[in-house]
């Protein structure tokens, strides 16, 4: 390696750190984008002038930068807000599938008998690389409905999981010590595509976001494992930046929902007791439903509104009409701010990300540590398409799946509105006490619909 | 080339410090940002990939490099514009514009 592209490399790494540092704040944050992506732009600069291109490899890599940025410009513009995550998981899942094709190309140099520092990280790129790839596009089938979100499992599936990740220990310990030929990391790239399928399925939608946090991780590490192999300091950096930073994000999203991360990749929901607090409920309790007219009255007279936004409000892309009523109450007079849970939505930030778009100011978006105490002065709470972040059950019983998760104190305000569109039980598929509560008043329908209706009252209020 | 090795090694070991340290100071609401955000970082994986389809002569490391072309360029340029569409909202209060045409 040239001195020139050593320092070129060396820019590149600061200019990721840094641009990961200035994500940290609301304000530098998509200068931190930029930043990054000048850092990307450098690296792959100095690359090039340095490499001996065949007549084939000018041409393909000309044809698939172009296939590659046309994609993914395209991709990124037009994806919906609320389909982000699966957006992401997307893009994840194609670099981890290309640092196991990086691996694969140059096994395929190194020969029958490379030395452990080639092989080893070889073998760990293509099987997490591979695993990536198909556990991303899993992920995103879930978040898109094209599979069920519900864990897919079967009897003895633990079991057979199990037996792939033995042949594929087998395969490694094939290629590293017996022979590096084409048949045995192939069938390590097939078995591990097998793997991560297997490893998704049986992990229910709501948990996806920590799951492709994870799976971001293993892309870096694979990354940075093909670094190795190609003695490539940028990959190495940046690789294990992401590897690192994605590990700790991972564990920061399982906290938030209360759960250790085992509990999430292995534990599906499903199997989780039921639990006598869970069942108990569901029958001869009635709920209490109010009018439009009632509910500007009680809104357009509070001191206090705290909202609480979840993902209803993002699949009815509400985020505009509850916007609206906010300033309408506010102009009144009303003390309004958001109540965001740690995972509202389908990923932690998802919810300010959907109420950003729709100009609401980040001053009102108040975190749940910050908020929690406020709720016993509020007025009213209202909580528009959310359900679990909310459940009480989280706190009191214990038989219940989400016991333990942190929840918002919406059952301490003096009222509570509910806008749902049905009784149905919120992602987790758990009947919510709160429901049922004398303070709690519910208005059914569409997010955007009742809001809609909600403002034309307030307006008349 | 021990030596590389190590140097290599070492390189790697302050990285997983520096992602920790970096990431650990980053609020809730950046969070989804900021996973796109590494999510582009990692298309670092490009420079791998046109090191290797730079000297395709066979079929076989043709096809390679032209799938690992495109998939860590999708990666890169998708990773870094959706990322730089969920920041271009984290604008605090201003002139609403006109809601979103969705």
Redesign the interface.
Known sequence: MSLLIALAYLVA?VL??L???Q?????G??N???T??A??VI??GA??PL????R???V??G???A???V???F???M??MTA??Q??A???G??G???A??A???L?TFGAHPAL?QALPSVFSIVIGSISFAGSMIAFAKLQELVTGTPITYPGQQLVNGLIAVAILGFVIAVIAVASVPFSFIALMVLALVLGVAFVLPIGGADMPVV??LL?AF??LA??A???T????????????????????TK??SD?MGRSLGNVLFGAFGQVKTGPAAAAGKEGRSVRAGSAEDLATLLAYSRRVIIVPGYGLAVA?AQ?AVRELAELLEKRGVEVSYA?H?VAGR????M??LL????V???Q?K?MDEINDEFKDADVALVVGANDVVNPAARSSPGSPIYGMPILNADQAKNIVFMKRSMRPGFAGIDNDLLYDPKTIMFFGDAKDSLTKLVNAVKAA | ?NN??LN?FT??IL??????E????????????????????????????????????SP???A???????????????????????????????A??P??S?
């Open positions: 790494a990721f750190i641009g990961l540092r994500l940290s704040s609301p304000k944050a998509r931190g984008n930029f990054a992506a850092g990307m690296a792959i690359t090039i490499l001996h291109f065949t084939a490899g000018l393909i890599i044809i698939g930068v296939i590659g940025a994609v993914g410009t991709g990124a513009r994806v919906k982000i995550p957006m992401v997307l893009f994840n194609v670099g599938g290309a640092a094709l990086v694969v190309s140059e395929l520092s492709i946090s971001n892309t870096g990354v940075a093909s670094g190795f190609l003695n490539n300091f940028a990959l190495i950096v940046a690789g294990t930046l992401v590897g690192a930073s994605g590990s700790l994000l920061l999203m938030a892309q505009h965001i740690p990923m932690p930030g998802h300010n990300v950003a778009e729709a100009n100011p980040y001053e978006l975190e | 080339m590389e090795l290599e390189f790697f990285a997983i410090f520096v992602g920790i970096v990431i650990s100071k980053v609020p809730t609401i950046l969070h989804t940002p900021l996973m796109s955000g590494t999510n582009a970082i990692h298309g670092i994986i490009l420079v791998g990939a046109i090191v290797i389809a730079a000297g395709a002569n076989l490391t043709i390679l490099g032209l799938v690992a072309v495109i998939l860590a360029t999708t990666n890169v340029v998708g990773g870094f514009v959706v990322t730089d569409r969920m920041l271009e909202m984290f604008k605090g209060r201003q609403a514009k809601p979103a969705k």
